[in-house]
């Protein structure tokens, strides 16, 4: 099969969308002749035209605000916030506003909207520019939240999401823009809320999310040569997230390992071992569950220190040996 | 009062008829609240009813408003149904939102109320994305977003009339000033005169209009209704009134004096609408108490009606978070 870049795998899903349904449109900062920060909207400002491919003054609260209006009356906004710290400023209109709209007024409205954001660490642009803010999204009810891990599932979700009738906040990662892997050419989609198994294994289960599922597998193929095999699950949507997946995987392995780039306090990973404490995983686990994640510091500079900030390979493969020093 | 060369009779007749529902509809939520009938809050819009129906009545039936807190005059206005209103503020199945919303929250996207909104200013950016809409489906549509003073303060206020000022969309901003933003006065919140001159800063048209003169109102958002349509842009329309009522139910009113609520209340919007109809000709003194009447009668069909109504089922609660 083909292979094109995570990047460009969005770009694919945009341009097919915005072929198939004259209600799909664009907006944001410097999406248009720019083609946005990280470059993933290049060309369809040329193909579409400024209607459909807007460009919008540094004014985050109303390009959530209006693709949620817009939502609500017919159009299938694309939205994009150009560094997920910068949704902080569109936070009133995502959280209040478009979360909320369907269950406020008695579920008879709908919010078809996607916001599409780039997060993670990792190109030395320190503490406002690096976030990985995707927990504070899941806490939301209303909200789905969608984080791929390769150019396949780029495609395959975000075309999901532009046809979801909710709003989702789709969650990019600069690190894998220019990735590469397998993509169809045709549209197809990766339904929501259902995870993957990346590789299989009986000993340890690795939940990562985002350019986490990336280094797990790197750490995973390092891992066999010493005889451990690992398991992979990639929730790929976070909200509502595929819990039977997850919960099947740790009572083949009963060991947990979660890798997120975000925060470790009250994260993502949080709310993975605590379901699986409460769920019919636990009695299956042969040993605690452990999590990685980024240090509870805002991402600094330095290119040492911004490396320590949040797991990385090696990390990853100490925490797995360390698990199974539990018989 | 003028500006009703436009106007039919039927029209200016329905039209006192909103203004007298929504002043029964406040007074009837008042006491429902004082009899303990009431789980939530409320913010009350008496005083302000020629704003809510001067500026709907300019509207075709299939343009969209956005409301706000205070926002039960608007859905009347809008032609909202008395009955669903009120079986909504009783936390009523059959209400508009199934007794999910309340007071705060009430819509009717159908009929292009696409709701109000607790957060202060929260619907602005709503508006322009329904009017970006508008735009997009080459409807003819037009957006009416109603607002207070209070909202004016707030940053999404400027983005959200800068970016339908460089689009040219079809909405009118029409800022309801009530004189309070909670307690907080406009002369101590804003360091201009008027609301309106904002506008300037984003090349659309700003006009002051007396906010309980219903055909003022009418005459100033038909005009700029007239400019969105024809895709000329936006225009910002501030609405000087008064809210008779305290904020909310938490209100003590220490803010302002009895004086200066009781010189706002001689300048009662439906009593200055019924003097000018009754001075034209356009209305007897019996229709006049006959619209009256109806107006208790409906909304006490409406308290019967939501009475009556059933509670939502708890084994449903979570129904209608996601589509």
Redesign the interface.
Same mark, same amino acid.
């Given at each position: 099969m083909r292979e094109i870049t995570y990047a460009e795998a969005i770009r694919e899903a945009l341009r097919q969308e915005m072929q198939r349904d004259p209600h799909v449109?664009l907006m944001g900062e410097d999406i248009g002749v720019y083609g946005g920060a990280f470059g993933v909207t290049l060309g369809l400002l040329e193909e579409f035209g400024p209607?459909?491919v807007?460009d919008?003054?540094i004014?985050e609260?109303?390009i959530?605000?209006?693709?949620?209006?817009?939502?609500?009356?017919?159009?299938r906004?694309v939205a994009e916030i150009m560094f997920m710290d910068f949704t902080t400023l569109a936070m009133?209109?995502l959280v209040?506003?478009a979360a909320k709209?369907?269950?406020?007024?008695?579920?008879?409205?709908?919010v078809?909207m996607v916001l599409r954001t780039p997060a993670g660490s990792g190109t030395g642009a320190a503490a406002q520019h690096s976030q990985s803010l995707e927990a504070w999204f899941v806490h939301v009810?209303?909200l789905?939240v969608v984080m791929p891990s390769t150019p396949y599932d780029a495609k395959g979700l975000l075309i999901s999401a532009i046809r979801?009738?909710?709003p989702v906040i789709f969650v990019e990662q600069k690190l894998l823009y220019r990735t590469k892997g397998p993509v169809p050419e045709e549209p197809y989609t990766v339904p929501l809320s259902v995870a993957e198994v990346k590789r299989a294994g009986r000993d340890v289960t690795i939940i990562a999310t985002g350019v986490m599922v990336v280094r797990s597998l790197a750490a995973a193929a390092k891992l066999a040569q010493e005889g451990i095999e690992v398991e992979v699950v990639d929730p790929r949507t976070l909200k509502?997230y595929d819990a039977e997946t997850i919960t099947k995987s740790v009572i083949k392995t009963g060991r947990v390992l979660i890798v997120h780039e975000a925060y470790k306090t009250c994260g993502f990973g949080a709310e993975i071992a605590a379901m699986i404490s409460e769920g019919p995983a636990f009695m299956y686990l042969n040993a605690p569950i452990r999590r990685l994640a980024g240090l509870d510091i805002p991402i600094p500079y330095n290119r040492t220190l911004e490396y320590h900030a949040v797991p990385q390979e090696e990390n990853i493969i100490t925490a797995v040996r360390e698990l199974m020093a539990y018989k | 009062m003028d500006g009703a060369g436009q106007l039919t009779k039927e029209k200016l007749i329905d039209m006192l008829r909103k203004m007298h529902t929504i002043r029964a509809f406040e007074e009837k939520a008042d006491q429902l609240f004082a009899l303990g009938k009431v789980h939530g809050t409320m913010h009350l819009s008496i005083g302000m009813e020629a704003t809510a129906v001067g500026a709907i009545a300019a509207l075709r039936p299939d343009d969209?408003i956005?409301s706000t807190h205070r926002g039960h005059g608007h859905c009347i206005a809008k032609g909202g149904d008395v009955k669903l209103m009120m079986a909504e503020f009783l936390g009523k199945e059959t209400?508009?939102?199934?007794?999910?919303?309340g007071s705060m929250?009430i819509?009717?996207? %159908?009929s292009g109320n *696409?709701?109000a909104?607790?957060?202060v200013g929260?619907?602005?950016?709503?508006?322009?994305?329904?009017?970006?809409?508008?735009q997009?489906?080459k409807t003819g549509q037009v957006v009416l977003c109603f607002f207070g003073d209070g909202a004016a303060n707030m940053?999404?206020f400027h %983005?959200?009339l800068? *970016?339908a000022a460089?689009?040219k969309l079809p909405v009118v901003f029409v800022c309801e000033n009530n004189q309070y933003a909670m307690s907080m006065p406009v002369a101590r919140a804003f360091p201009i005169e008027n609301i309106a001159d904002r506008a300037a800063a984003y090349a659309m048209p700003g006009k002051v209009v007396d906010g309980n003169d219903v055909l003022a109102v009418y005459a100033a958002v038909a005009e700029a209704v007239d400019r969105a349509r024809a895709g000329e842009g936006p225009s910002l329309i501030e609405c000087k009134t008064y809210r008779w009522k305290g904020h909310s139910k938490s209100d003590q009113e220490r803010y302002r004096t009895r004086e200066e609520v009781a010189a706002w209340k001689k300048k009662d919007p439906i009593a200055r609408f019924e003097a000018y109809l009754l001075q034209e000709g356009l209305l007897t003194e019996e229709q006049r108490q006959a619209i009256a009447k109806e107006a208790q009668e409906r909304i006490e069909e409406a308290v019967a009606f939501a009475e009556s109504s059933p509670e939502p089922r708890v084994e449903e609660i979570s129904?209608?978070?996601?589509?």
């Open positions: 449109f209607e459909r807007r919008t003054p004014s609260g109303v959530a605000g209006a693709a949620a209006g817009a939502a609500l009356t017919g159009m906004p009133e209109q209040n506003q709209t369907r269950y406020m007024f008695g579920g008879k409205a709908k078809p009810p209303g789905k979801d009738d909710n509502p | 969209y956005t209400g508009y939102c199934r007794g999910r919303g929250h819509a009717d996207v %159908e *696409l709701g909104t607790g957060v929260g619907g602005i950016p709503t508006a322009v994305g329904a009017a970006l809409s508008v997009l489906r940053g999404i %983005e959200s800068n *970016l460089i689009w129904e209608g978070v996601y589509a």
